[in-house]
């Protein structure tokens, strides 16, 4: 998802993953074969540094051999004026109320004063419900570290598909999304935003260790140090993640009876874990194999 508490590839693949196994290290990039077709499930991390490009030689090549590109959301058919309409819908306070009544006093107080201690005026956010107030510090704490959606994986691959006018579809709508956060019970809103608050201190850090993992498919480092902090999290972890790999395995299942190759590319704490999507396609039957990035070709 295109989520921020809150935040998430293959050989050349003319050659067999078994045989790529060995000639590099392994990518946040899985493959699995259908009858006639072969889908690349790519996991994202959505805010990227210009430093953090060209990204793995593998992720091209799979663009390369995909027709058609999926990912949470229809990139290409965005509209802006639609999508702020929609967060000021699901993320503003329109009862009068603000976000210290929401959070309660002593849960406000010490989320302003995790705030104060980042520079981050909570003030400013006073209309908003905790899961806006927490998507939005850590998209401030994130830009501030010189992240950018603009260098996130799926809009630089958008960019390259609309030069090649490949079509890009979409897992979920962007309203979908924001109801996930807007429909947590106010005690979920309440945690995720303290939460984000209290580790933000060392995000820039955690970032770093992140993209490194990523970058060299370290399943191991973003289930200990990342989705763990989720699963304590039960109810968030059950809407943001597992119901929706569930859905997500549904639809990839039906892409499976198809004859076109697909990339798709979902953050990647979707994909790692017991209830990630490679291990949810696994116990329903389906071969998938991490793949490598060849140590020649190795950014």
């Not at 107030?133 to 603009?150: D, H, K």
């Not at 990839?252 to 949810?280: R, T």
Request: aromatic share 6%; hydrophobic share 45%.
């Amino acid at each position: 998802m295109k989520f921020h508490p809150c935040l998430w590839l293959t050989l050349l693949l003319a050659t067999s993953p078994a045989t790529a196994a060995n000639d590099g290290h392994p990518v946040s990039m899985w493959q699995i074969n259908g009858a006639n077709n072969s889908i690349y499930l790519l996991g994202s991390i959505h805010m990227l540094r210009e430093q953090d490009h060209p990204l793995p030689s593998a992720i091209y090549a799979a663009y390369a051999r995909a027709d058609v590109l999926f990912m949470e959301l229809d990139m290409d058919d965005i509209d802006p004026f639609a999508e702020q309409a929609l967060v000021t819908e699901l993320g503003l306070i329109d009862d009068g109320r603000t976000l210290r009544d929401l959070m309660g006093a002593e849960m406000f107080a010490e989320a302003e004063s995790l705030a104060n201690s980042l520079q981050i005026p909570l003030a400013l956010l006073e209309r908003s419900e905790p899961w806006y107030a927490a998507v939005t510090v850590e998209m401030m704490l994130l830009m501030r570290a010189g992240f950018n959606p603009a260098q996130g994986i799926e809009l630089h691959l958008t960019e390259i598909a609309a030069r090649d006018n490949k079509e890009i579809l979409g897992l979920e709508t962007t309203r979908q999304q924001l109801e996930l956060l807007d429909n947590l019970s106010l005690g979920a809103q309440r945690d995720m935003l303290v939460q984000t608050l209290t580790e933000s201190v060392e995000l820039a850090d955690l970032m770093d260790d992140m993209v490194d993992a990523w970058r060299h498919g370290d399943i191991g480092f973003m289930e200990e140090n990342l989705l763990a902090d989720m699963q304590d999290q039960s109810e968030l972890y059950q809407t943001i993640v597992v119901d929706r790999n569930i859905e997500w395995v549904r639809q990839i299942q039906e892409l499976l009876d198809d004859n076109d190759d697909y990339l798709i590319v979902v953050g990647a704490l979707h994909l790692v874990g017991d209830d990630g999507v490679p291990n949810l396609l696994a116990a329903r039957g389906h071969q998938v194999t991490q793949l490598h990035q060849p140590a020649e070709n190795d950014p």
